[in-house]
């Protein structure tokens, strides 16, 4: 998913996804470990979904404590 996005979701969105992701992430490691993953750049791509969620998450942090 692309940054921009992630950008117009709301938070509980963004967490809902940063979970389904790393559930994701978690099973596809143990897919890869047990054999069964034939396309391991899933694994690179959900690593980087992750990160641009939960860099977003950041974002809209600072963004709600500096209006306080």
């Known amino acids: 998913m692309k940054a ?3 950008k117009q ?3 509980k969105e963004l967490q809902r996804l940063l979970q ?4 994701k992430l978690r099973q596809l490691k ?3 470990s047990a054999g069964k993953v034939k ?3 899933e694994i690179r791509k959900t690593k980087k979904d992750i ?3 939960m860099t977003i998450l950041n974002i809209k942090e600072k963004i709600c404590q500096k209006d306080n």
């Open 4 to 6: 921009k996005e992630l």
């Open 51 to 53: 990160a641009r969620i």
């Open 30 to 32: 143990f897919d890869l």
């Open 9 to 11: 979701k709301n938070e």
């Open 39 to 41: 396309n391991v750049r």
């Open 20 to 23: 389904e992701d790393r559930e």
